[in-house]
Protein backbone atom coordinates (compact mmCIF):
# COMPACT_ATOMS: atom_id res chain seq x y z
CA UNK A 1 0.00 0.00 0.00
CA UNK A 2 1.61 3.31 -1.11
CA UNK A 3 0.07 6.94 -0.01
CA UNK A 4 0.95 9.84 -0.66
CA UNK A 5 1.19 12.71 2.46
CA UNK A 6 0.37 16.50 1.59
CA UNK A 7 1.38 19.00 3.91
CA UNK A 8 2.45 22.68 4.47
CA UNK A 9 -1.23 24.39 3.17
CA UNK A 10 -2.79 27.10 5.56
CA UNK A 11 -3.82 30.85 4.92
CA UNK A 12 -1.51 33.19 4.10
CA UNK A 13 -2.05 36.89 2.87
CA UNK A 14 -1.52 37.88 -0.77
CA UNK A 15 2.37 38.62 -1.68
CA UNK A 16 3.51 35.40 0.60
CA UNK A 17 4.71 32.72 0.43
CA UNK A 18 3.99 28.70 1.32
CA UNK A 19 5.93 25.39 0.90
CA UNK A 20 3.85 22.18 0.32
CA UNK A 21 5.14 18.82 0.33
CA UNK A 22 4.22 15.94 -0.71
CA UNK A 23 5.73 12.30 0.39
CA UNK A 24 5.37 8.68 -0.62
CA UNK A 25 5.09 6.12 2.33
CA UNK A 26 4.87 2.63 1.70
CA UNK A 27 6.58 -0.20 0.69
CA UNK A 28 7.81 -1.11 -2.99
CA UNK A 29 7.26 2.46 -4.05
CA UNK A 30 8.02 2.96 -7.73
CA UNK A 31 7.11 5.87 -9.33
CA UNK A 32 7.95 8.65 -12.15
CA UNK A 33 6.82 12.05 -12.77
CA UNK A 34 4.95 13.83 -10.20
CA UNK A 35 2.75 16.49 -10.12
CA UNK A 36 0.82 19.12 -8.05
CA UNK A 37 -2.92 20.19 -8.90
CA UNK A 38 -5.33 22.29 -7.64
CA UNK A 39 -9.00 22.77 -7.48
CA UNK A 40 -11.26 25.34 -6.49
CA UNK A 41 -15.32 24.27 -6.06
CA UNK A 42 -16.37 26.69 -8.85
CA UNK A 43 -13.30 25.29 -11.50
CA UNK A 44 -12.14 22.27 -12.87
CA UNK A 45 -9.24 20.87 -11.60
CA UNK A 46 -6.14 22.34 -13.07
CA UNK A 47 -2.36 21.18 -13.25
CA UNK A 48 -0.29 23.31 -11.86
CA UNK A 49 3.19 21.82 -12.03
CA UNK A 50 4.89 18.42 -12.75
CA UNK A 51 8.19 17.35 -12.39
CA UNK A 52 9.74 14.21 -13.73
CA UNK A 53 12.22 11.32 -12.04
CA UNK A 54 15.20 13.36 -13.84
CA UNK A 55 13.82 16.72 -13.22
CA UNK A 56 12.71 18.25 -15.61
CA UNK A 57 9.96 20.44 -14.70
CA UNK A 58 6.47 22.01 -16.64
CA UNK A 59 4.32 24.77 -14.83
CA UNK A 60 0.83 26.16 -15.57
CA UNK A 61 1.41 29.67 -17.15
CA UNK A 62 -0.72 31.36 -14.20
CA UNK A 63 2.09 30.03 -11.72
CA UNK A 64 5.60 30.46 -14.02
CA UNK A 65 7.76 32.73 -12.08
CA UNK A 66 6.27 32.32 -8.79
CA UNK A 67 6.04 28.90 -8.07
CA UNK A 68 8.96 26.55 -7.94
CA UNK A 69 8.60 22.64 -8.07
CA UNK A 70 11.62 20.24 -6.90
CA UNK A 71 11.81 16.46 -5.51
CA UNK A 72 14.03 14.35 -3.30
CA UNK A 73 14.04 11.33 -5.22
CA UNK A 74 15.94 9.49 -2.29
CA UNK A 75 13.21 10.89 0.24
CA UNK A 76 10.38 9.94 -2.01
CA UNK A 77 9.03 13.42 -1.74
CA UNK A 78 7.97 16.30 -3.70
CA UNK A 79 8.08 20.02 -3.21
CA UNK A 80 6.06 23.06 -4.29
CA UNK A 81 7.62 26.38 -3.27
CA UNK A 82 5.02 29.32 -3.80
CA UNK A 83 6.24 32.87 -3.54
CA UNK A 84 4.17 36.12 -4.71
CA UNK A 85 0.89 34.31 -3.45
CA UNK A 86 -2.57 36.05 -5.21
CA UNK A 87 -6.33 35.36 -3.65
CA UNK A 88 -7.06 33.44 -7.51
CA UNK A 89 -4.33 30.67 -6.40
CA UNK A 90 -6.63 29.88 -3.23
CA UNK A 91 -7.35 26.00 -3.66
CA UNK A 92 -7.08 22.90 -2.86
CA UNK A 93 -3.66 21.66 -3.75
CA UNK A 94 -3.23 17.61 -4.61
CA UNK A 95 -0.30 15.84 -5.40
CA UNK A 96 -0.03 12.70 -7.69
CA UNK A 97 2.89 10.43 -8.73
CA UNK A 98 2.70 8.12 -11.84
CA UNK A 99 3.33 4.22 -10.79
CA UNK A 100 5.76 3.02 -13.16
CA UNK A 101 4.67 0.66 -16.39
CA UNK A 102 2.07 3.52 -16.71
CA UNK A 103 -0.30 1.47 -14.22
CA UNK A 104 -1.97 4.88 -13.21
CA UNK A 105 -1.31 6.93 -10.75
CA UNK A 106 -1.40 7.67 -6.30
CA UNK A 107 -3.37 10.60 -5.09
CA UNK A 108 -2.88 12.78 -1.84
CA UNK A 109 -5.66 13.68 0.18
CA UNK A 110 -5.38 17.51 -0.43
CA UNK A 111 -3.80 20.46 1.00
CA UNK A 112 -6.08 23.57 1.21
CA UNK A 113 -4.49 26.47 0.63
CA UNK A 114 -6.11 30.32 1.11
CA UNK A 115 -4.85 33.17 0.24
CA UNK A 116 -6.68 36.47 1.41
CA UNK A 117 -6.81 40.19 -0.21
Known amino acids: QVQLVESGGGLVQAGGSLRLSCAAR????????MNWYRQDPEKERELVASITSGGTAYYADSVKGRFTISRDNGMMTMYLQMNSLKPEDTAVYYCSAARCGSRGAYWGQGTQVTVSS
Open 26 to 33: GSAICITT
